[in-house]
């Protein structure tokens, strides 16, 4: 990454002490004891204020069941639920509100998919490529499915700098590959994947299904899902300031409409007999069972929240938070960069002379919150760094404050080598 020293930020600007000020984790900062750093945005992000308050106004005034009474309490939770449909299709450009499917988070989405496309779509001694920077939720899921339908599952390597390998793809697809499934951002590594350069690759080839898992995305780059045109594409909300328990899985409709349903049960029926069952009309024919209504509604109440507050100035911010942080690192003889170039959101290193768990623990009880380990991509980190990595993660409440912070205490370590 170049960087132009000039142009980094050194303190935190009024719009995003603003912002920060609508979640509730910082508010009152003196009475935490612990963690009050928090540099773990990729694993979670904290809720804002809106959602909070979206998810008790529904429970204390709003609550019902959704597309189920006709009492006007449950017309209006009805209605409230599928607007946010509509929003959320509105927020990633979806041609309709019917291509957005509520799971209960980005790994049942990554389950609903393959589960679906092992059925209809891969045969026995087919090929399905995934890409080594999978998080566990994509690449346990195909694994294990592979085994289970007896399809091959052929894994792209990455280059140096922890993109996918545009050659290594090209030469794994042939007439037998039948999917594709790779991360938008990897949540290991932070690395920005080359996504429209692999849709292209693949365009030619008609029976290659694409699924791209935006977990680590969709908090720091905007999603045009028309433009990315791409078949399949999910995430969880707890990554971009709502509740936990909601996923977002799009899925082209002529996909939708190809997969069978993944779970069964109330809602996704039209019609039961005592033989057999008609499936509901998308997105239903997926939303087996009473839905996290709060959720959602949540999540409506973010994305609103997102937007007034001029989310693509935030991510202007962010992006300079992370060049100072990486700029700062780089200098630091201690610290090993996984990878430097096409990051957002996330950065991952190691100290030197220090086990990733001791470092962690440590800037643990100086009150910095990171993650250490694999960070749930095993095959990734065995091939890269199997020692295990540190992975601090930003996001737009993110302070440069908190940033000088946690440079302090790198510089601590030093003590303990
Ligand atoms: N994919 C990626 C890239 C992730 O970062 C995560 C969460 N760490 C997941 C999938 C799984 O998300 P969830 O646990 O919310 O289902």
New binding site residues.
Partial sequence: MSINPDSLIMYTPDFIKQFRAQFPFYQNQTDKPISSVYLDN??TTHICQPALDAINHYYQFEHANVHRSSHPLAIGASNQFEAVRQQTAHWLNAIDKNEIVWTK????A?NLIAHGLSKVHIKAGDEVIISLAE?H??FVTWQQLAKYYNFNLKVVSLTQDLQIDLAHLSHLINPKTKAIAF?H???ATGVIQPVDAILQLIKPHKQIVSII?G??AVNHIPINIQALNCDFYFF?A??MHAG?GL?VCYGKQSWLNALPPYQFGGEMVKHVSLDDTQFNQLPFKFEAGTPNISAVIAFGATLKFLTQFQWQKIKVYENELMAYLLNELEQRKSINLLADDHLVGAVSFTVKDMHCKDASDILSQMGVALRAGSH?AMPLIQAICPQGSLRVSICGYTSVEDINYFLFCIDELNEFL
């Fill in positions: 990729a694993a988070g980005a790994t049942e990554a998080h939720a994509h991360c951002v990897s949540n898992d977990s680590q969880s707890h990554k936990t996923g749930c």
